[in-house]
């Protein structure tokens, strides 16, 4: 029994974290986000050889785990960096057992888990359907779509651009991207993977990779707070010294340590195949994006006006905690799922 | 990270279960309630451990200990747990005296006092808090005025658990001046105080509950000698802040087994109807609320694991363990609450009602209020993650 990173996985860490501050500070991260466009972050995540990290070889990936992962999750929350593609890519490995250099998503809705969705499909395999609100599907060349088949539930691979249509949503953070994607008779292949294992295992793994976004951005929100309350004084002082003020911090702290091992905790539940490992990555899911959430509304308060303004960079950390409350599945249907593995009734 | 039991963890659980297996059933059970009268039972428990090697886990064998770390020390902890093993009555001789004897004591005091603790001949109390100085501790005010061959003590504790069935204490007491300018972190000096000495006079205290746990203390003229003095004259504010921290690492990691409490919540909800005969488990808020603490349980384990993986074995733990226990407590508060809202009335019948039949949850969820008060209450706790994790101006 050991909570601890691997020397291999700190180092990891530390410089992933050094890349996105050369590479993904607020100035970029605000213009991808204003081009509406996250593709040239995507092409240097790729060719600066982060993708790919946490896939196993055997994949296609460059090795390590669900550890690995869920530090790069985190490192990109921190970061605020534009991060949808690499994430609905990730989910997808469950289904595909594959990774590629191109981007890939689940068809379904963000707001969920990937799920099945009411897409027909025809003899020939040819899908027709809308499905509303998907995560990363403006970079996504290829898709994996759930599907109630003839006799079962399939799964598919979509890889027909020429009858997939992308409408981009809007989203509050404007960091991650979702989009409505209509499939009208696309061809599709169908996937070895079993449709139930592969479903929940892309679940479980969403649950903790976007906790591990949520802690990483409630880092940031707390390094910034307790920064702007010792450089901001009011009555004379740092308003850092007043004991409301600490105290808000000091509760921040509590959440994103307590965020940070259980996050790391979920991980290695995964990647050890843990018998209680979906639990723990619904208790992470359901724990630590709502903390996060509150988190992000204390940091606002602390900050008083400023904090609340376009130009302040708090308001891309605070939105990328409030959309990583519901992003994948919000607390209430994830402490369900808790509920349902206990076997309460 | 792994999560799983290394070798010699499975091989230390598997050992500790059958020797609780086979030696639980020879206790004089049922463990007494009262305080005075479970000392014997629990000797006689802690004598067993002992004699089997099992007490003083991570103690220094030099002391007596078995010199193992904090990772095997947890296995035991849960197996116990597991097996209803008797309530623990020396954790402030065990977990928070005996480990700052065996850190800043001379060689003379580890060989007198630390031994008695683990045969469970000698049990501690923790004299610090006095009337007018809780959170503020360093206000304190008990004076030690140096005589010949050692010190005379006068002054008033108070709220110190266990006084009336401890041998030992220790005292914190002031030997320096009070002029101002002189930091009064300085002036104050750590005893180690034999609880029969003339002139200690113990006064038991009823909680909430209306049981005897904790009590006053006066002292009047009382002397110790020299050899009493742990650390140096004036230089017990340190070895005092040893003592909590090794307090709080023991709370972070679960003087209550949280992950045991959840279990018996869900295993009980299972079994249980709401007023109108359906079950309790279809309920969808308290379907909600039992998946939202057993989550908080998980996180909680996750915590206690990262405190057991980083524990320096021997050296006193820093400010992070503070952490743990800001997560712990409400845990356990919550825990407690939410199976008594359960019972009709919230399971608000007083603890001697014959018919109680939760009157153990009443305790923890009372004693945990408590612990978020002992060993520095939770606001303290967030002074001390602002100013020392934080870096926040004092």
Sequence with gaps: MEWKLSGEQESYQQTLREWLVAVAGPEPVRAWFEAADPGPFNQRLLGDGWWGVGVTEDAGGQGGGVVELALTAEELGRAAAPSAAWLSSVLTVPATGRWGDTPSCWLTPAEGPPRVVDVAVDGDGLLTGTVPRVLGASSATSFVVAVRGASAVELRLVDDSDAVTIDLRKLLDRSRDVADVTLRGARSTLLEAGADAALADAASLSAVLVAADALGASQRMLDMTVAYSLQRRQFGVPIGSFQAVKHTAATMEVMVEASRSAVYFAAASIEGSDVDSRLHAAAVKAQVTADASIAADAALTVHGAIGYTWEYDLQLFYKRAKLDEYLCGDPHWWNEQIAIGLALA | ?394
Aim: with cysteine.
């Design chain 2, 1 to 394: 990270m792994d999560l799983t039991d290394a070798p010699d963890e499975a091989e230390f659980r598997a050992r500790v279960r059958s020797w609780l297996q086979e030696n639980l059933p020879t206790l004089a059970w049922p463990q007494p309630e009262d305080l005075v009268e479970r000392r014997p039972f629990w000797q006689q428990w802690q004598r067993l451990l002992f004699e089997a090697g099992l007490a003083g886990l991570t103690w220094s064998t030099d002391y007596g200990g078995q010199g193992l770390d904090e990772r095997l020390r947890a296995v035991f902890g849960e197996e116990c747990d597991r097996a209803g093993a008797p309530e623990r009555l020396n954790i402030l001789g065990e977990d928070f005296g005996g480990p700052t004897i065996a850190h800043v004591g001379t060689e003379e005091q580890k060989a007198r006092y630390l031994k008695p603790i683990l045969t469970g001949d000698e049990i501690w109390c923790q004299l610090f808090s006095e009337p007018e100085s809780g959170s503020d501790l360093a206000s304190l005010r008990t004076r030690a005025t140096r005589v010949d061959g050692g010190f005379r003590i006068s002054g008033q504790k108070i709220w110190t658990s266990r006084a009336q069935i401890a041998d030992h204490a220790m005292l914190l007491a002031r030997t320096g001046g009070t002029d101002p300018g002189f930091a009064r972190h300085r002036g104050i000096t750590y005893f180690l105080l034999p609880m029969d000495a003339d002139g200690i006079t113990v006064r038991p205290l009823r909680h909430m509950l209306g049981d005897a746990e904790f009590n006053e203390v006066f002292l009047d003229d009382v002397f110790v000698p020299d050899d009493a003095v742990l650390g140096e004259v004036n230089g017990g504010w340190k070895v005092a802040m040893a003592t909590l921290g090794f307090e709080r690492v023991a709370i972070a990691t679960g003087r209550v087994n949280t992950t045991k409490a959840i279990a018996d919540i869900v295993s009980d909800v299972r079994g249980m109807v709401d007023h109108d005969g359906n079950p309790l488990g279809e309920d969808p808020r308290v379907r909600q609320k039992v998946a939202d603490l057993w989550a908080r349980t998980i996180v909680h384990r996750a915590i206690s694991m990262r405190v057991i993986t980083g524990a320096d074995t021997g050296g006193p733990p820093g400010p992070v363990t503070s952490i743990g226990k800001l997560y712990f407590c409400p845990l356990v508060e919550d825990l407690a609450d939410f199976r008594l809202s359960l019972e009709p009335l919230g399971g608000q019948l007083d603890p001697d009602d014959e018919l109680n039949e939760t009157r153990a949850w009443l305790r923890l969820a009372n004693q945990s209020r408590g612990t978020a008060i002992a060993g520095g209450s939770t606001y303290i706790q967030r002074n001390i993650v602002a100013e020392r994790i934080l870096g926040m101006p004092r």
